[in-house]
C-alpha cells in the first residue's frame, strides 16, 4: 500500500523520485521557492509534469495509476480520483455550510445518505477535537478551529495519501499546538506528506524528512538523524548548526580551501582517502576573540562579521570565512559582545572547541 512517484516538471526546474510507505508520514522542507509546493501540487493533480509516472497501492491490495507519462503514454487521473486530500494552509470551507455539512460533503459527493454523511461527519469533527463546533458557520470560527474542521472534512474523505501545506502556517502561536497534538493523533499509522518550514513539526509528526532545494532532494532520512546530523545547509540552518563541508581524515574535515577543522569522529569510523564529510557543530561552542589568539592554534579562524542579532539571551554572531562563501555562527553574551566593541565589517578570529565537533561521512 505503499505510494511510488517519479516526475520531472521543466518549466519549474522540478526532479523528484519519492516513495512513502504505509503509515509513513513524511515532512518536506526546504527554502522558499525550492519546489515544495509544486511536489504536492503534482500529486494532488493541480499540475501536470512533463514526464514521471505515480502510482498510489490500495487497501484492496491493488494499485491506482496518478499519472503515467512513460514511454508515450499520456494517463492522467483527475484530483477527485486519485485518493489524495490536500489541505492547505487556509482552511477554504464553504461558507455557507455549517461545520457539519462541510465535513459530510465529501461523503454525500460520494453516495452516502444524507444521514450516513452526517453521521460520518461527526465522527471525524470528534477525532479533532471540533464536534461542539458542529453548527457553526466557517465566518464563526477562529483560524484554529476552521484548520481543525478542514482536517475532518479532508479524513472524511478517507484518502490514501493526506497531503498537509504548511498547516499551521497562518495560525497565531496559542492555535498552532492544539492542531499539532490533533495532527499527530490523526496522522499516526496514516500515509502523509507535511510541508512545513518548522522543526517541530518535523519532530512531532514525521517518521522520514526529505530536504529539497532547487527542485532535487538535497537529503533525507529519519526526522532525528537528518536534525541532528544535517548534511545540507537547509537542514543544518533548522537545527541551529554550523556546518562545514570538505574531506575527512584523522585530524578532521579540511575544507576545500585547505583550512582544517578538527573534531570527533564516530566510535568505528576508519580513514578512508578523500572521503567526503562535514563538521557540524552548535554556534555555543564558538568563542569570539578580538585579532591574534595564543595557546592552542588548533580551530581558530580569522573572519569578518557580517551580523549581530539576539538570539535568547545570547548574541547571535554572524560571520564570513575566507572566499568560499562559508558563514559561521558563535553565540556569546551580550556583555562580551559590547566588550569587544563587535560591529559588522569586524575583523575577529572565531575559535571552535574540538571536543563539540561532530565529524561525520557525507
Ligand atoms: N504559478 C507558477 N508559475 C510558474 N512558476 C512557478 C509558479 N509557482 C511557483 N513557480 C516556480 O516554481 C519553483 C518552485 O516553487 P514552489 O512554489 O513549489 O516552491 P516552495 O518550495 O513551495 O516555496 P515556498 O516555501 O516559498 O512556498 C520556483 O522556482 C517558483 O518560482
Do not use: C
Amino acid at each position: 500500500m505503499s505510494f511510488e512517484l517519479r516526475a520531472s516538471l521543466g518549466a519549474r526546474n522540478f526532479d523528484i523520485s519519492l516513495k512513502i510507505s504505509d503509515g509513513e508520514t513524511v515532512a518536506i522542507l526546504g527554502p522558499n521557492g525550492a519546489g515544495k509546493s509544486t511536489l504536492l501540487g503534482v500529486i494532488a493533480g493541480l499540475l501536470r509534469p512533463d514526464s514521471g509516472a505515480a502510482k498510489m497501492g490500495t487497501a484492496k491490495g491493488g494499485e491506482r495509476e496518478l499519472f503515467n507519462f512513460d514511454g508515450g503514454t499520456r494517463f492522467w487521473s483527475p484530483p477527485h480520483l486519485r485518493g489524495t486530500a490536500l489541505l492547505a494552509q487556509e482552511a477554504l470551507l464553504f461558507p455557507h455550510l455549517n461545520a457539519l455539512d462541510n465535513v459530510a460533503f465529501g461523503p454525500r459527493s460520494a453516495g452516502a445518505s444524507k444521514v450516513e454523511a452526517r453521521e460520518t461527519a461527526r465522527h471525524w469533527l470528534a477525532e479533532v477535537d471540533a464536534l461542539p463546533l458542529a453548527d457553526r458557520k466557517p465566518a464563526q470560527l477562529s483560524g484554529g478551529q476552521a484548520q481543525r474542521v478542514a482536517v475532518a472534512r479532508a479524513l472524511a474523505a478517507e484518502p490514501e495519501l493526506l497531503l498537509l501545506d504548511e498547516p499551521m502556517a497562518a495560525l497565531d502561536i496559542h492555535a498552532a499546538p492544539l492542531l499539532r497534538r490533533v495532527l499527530k493523533r490523526v496522522l499516526q499509522d496514516r500515509k502523509a506528506i507535511i510541508v512545513t518550514h518548522d522543526v517541530l513539526d518535523a519532530y512531532m509528526l514525521a517518521d522520514r524528512v526529505i530536504v529539497v532545494e532547487n527542485g532535487r532532494i538535497a537529503e533525507e532520512g529519519p526526522t532525528r538523524q537528518v536534525l541532528e546530523r544535517p548534511r545540507s545547509h537547509f537542514a543544518a540552518g533548522l537545527a541551529g548548526l554550523n556546518l562545514v563541508a570538505g574531506t575527512l581524515s584523522e585530524d578532521g574535515i579540511t575544507t576545500p580551501d585547505g583550512r582544517l577543522f578538527a573534531g570527533q569522529h564516530d566510535p568505528g569510523w576508519s580513514s578512508r582517502p578523500g572521503q567526503a564529510g562535514v563538521a557540524a557543530f552548535p554556534p555555543s561552542s564558538v568563542s569570539v576573540f578580538p585579532g591574534e589568539v595564543h595557546g592552542s592554534p588548533r580551530n581558530s579562524f580569522p573572519v569578518v562579521i557580517t551580523d549581530l542579532e539576539p538570539h535568547g539571551d545570547q548574541i547571535r554572531v554572524r560571520a564570513s570565512l575566507g572566499h568560499a562563501a562559508q558563514v559561521l555562527s558563535a553565540d556569546i553574551t551580550p556583555a562580551a559582545s559590547a566588550d569587544l566593541g563587535l560591529v559588522p565589517g569586524m575583523e575577529v578570529r572565531f575559535v571552535v572547541k574540538s571536543a563539540l565537533v561532530s565529524l561525520y561521512p557525507a
